[in-house]
């Protein structure tokens, strides 16, 4: 039997009114508070906050029902709080946003990764596939990541070779691991277009963090974003992610705490576009 199933790309984003964005952490919704026009409400439920008002255009003609889940950390998480917040809301886009670790060397703190792909790491990926959605790779929408790089372009951003486009990405990989794990951008904020690698571990290994570069051409690496694109995927509902760089993969979890202004920055860069989105879908 031939398998069929929609995934609900490339949709028409004309009159809009419910919308969604999820993140892992309170800091990654912080930001995208801002998009409420007035009061909004907040509980919790299957495990997790939700966060729930009304956003208005820039000349308050249009408006749409917006709703933030804090799901937490990891996939597991993730794809529960992804399904609880589309049985609920039942959203016509899902944004995620939410700041990970650069692999592309072309990318510092605070540097964004728009997410057109983004792929399991430490899966079975082939066996996955023979189940719906039936893909091993996950798509953001192509449309809501054409609108994500209109948007960075209005912002100022300055759009950077992803690893998948560059034809020296193995070049880049070895340079990548060299490169200081603080330096933030000196000529502006950079993004890629490219693909996101989420992954169970927070991996450190050079090795690794190697593979990962030169088997998936991963710009940057998470712990939630293919699973939300996922169950985004089982249920037809458009998909969008947004990462800014929070550090550079291969330092540890606890050398963190010796920069957290670098995770409130990536967290507020990414919301930053995630906002610009939002406004323009709300249009």
């Avoid at 906050?49 to 597991?76: D, P, R, V, W, Y």
């Avoid at 959203?91 to 692999?103: D, N, R």
């Avoid at 790491?121 to 790779?137: G, H, R, S």
């Avoid at 705490?257 to 906002?275: I, P, Y």
Wanted: hydrophobic share 40%; net charge negative.
């Amino acid at each position: 039997m031939q398998k069929e199933f929609s995934i609900g790309n490339s949709s028409d984003f004309s009159n809009l009114s419910n919308l969604a964005v999820i993140v892992a952490l309170q800091k990654e919704a912080q930001p995208i508070l801002q998009a409420f026009s007035g009061e909004y409400k907040s509980w919790q439920d299957y495990g997790v906050t939700f966060i729930q008002g009304k956003i208005a255009s820039n000349n308050n003609e249009n408006s749409a029902i917006l709703t933030i889940c804090i799901a937490g950390m990891g996939k597991c998480a993730a794809a529960a709080a992804a399904q609880a917040l589309i049985i609920e809301t039942k959203p016509q886009v899902l944004i995620f946003s939410g700041i990970a670790g650069a692999l592309n060397p072309r990318l510092n703190v605070g540097d964004i990764v728009i997410g057109k792909n983004l792929h399991y790491l430490e899966t079975n990926t082939q066996i996955i596939a023979d189940c719906a959605p039936y893909t091993e790779v996950f798509e953001s929408d192509s449309k809501l990541c054409d609108l994500a790089v209109n948007q960075a372009k209005l912002l100022g951003f300055r759009l950077e070779k992803s690893l998948q486009e560059s034809s020296s990405a193995a070049c880049d990989s070895s340079a990548g691991s060299k490169q200081s794990a603080s330096n933030k951008s000196e000529n502006g904020v950079a993004y890629v277009c490219g693909n996101i690698a989420t992954s169970d571990q927070f991996n450190t290994d050079p090795k690794v963090l190697d593979a990962v570069r030169e088997e998936v051409f991963g710009d940057c690496e998470e712990m939630e974003g293919a699973a939300v694109a996922h169950i985004a995927a089982k249920n037809s509902v458009p998909f969008l992610a947004i990462r800014a760089m929070s550090n550079r993969c291969g330092e540890s979890y606890e050398s963190l705490d010796e920069h957290k202004d670098d995770l409130v920055l990536a967290a507020n860069r990414a919301g930053s576009l995630t906002l610009s989105v939002l406004n323009a879908l709300v249009k």
